[in-house]
């Protein structure tokens, strides 16, 4: 069974930094598009930062929200199959649940399936 737990998240003071992680697990062939989402109470979620797959023309690139360029880095570990969100110079306005998402392909009994996958969510609190 394919899974998505994340990890990381936190309670901080505005300023401060943090990393989420989020490893995937079971039977996985490949990790294609991998991305972090949040929403906060009463709002959308929204897109973070993601990494687009490999197979397409021009090969991975990283994109970011407007509101966390220069502060949010996205990175993968493909051996490890994790995917991080490294957050400084937080704000209040970070506060949200974040959520990983990743498209890849695993092993389904006798043939290899392509599917998105979400995790639970962690929660970062930025307090003023």
């Known amino acids: 069974q394919v899974q998505l737990v994340e990890s990381g998240g936190g309670l901080v003071q505005a300023g401060e930094s943090l990393r989420l992680s989020c490893a995937a697990s079971g039977p996985i062939f490949s990790v294609d598009a991998v991305g972090w989402y949040r929403q906060a109470p009463g709002k959308q979620r929204e897109s973070v930062a993601n990494?687009?797959?490999?197979?397409?023309?021009?090969?991975?690139?990283?994109n970011y929200a407007d509101s966390v360029k220069g502060r949010f880095t996205i990175s993968r570990d493909g051996a490890k199959n994790t995917i991080y969100l490294e957050m400084s110079s937080l704000k209040p306005e970070d506060t949200a649940e974040y959520s990983c998402n990743a498209i890849l392909t695993y092993y389904g009994g006798s043939a290899l399936i392509t599917d998105a996958f979400w995790g639970q969510g962690t929660q970062v609190t930025v307090s003023s």
């Open positions: 990494i687009t797959s490999s197979r397409i023309v021009g090969g991975r690139s990283k």
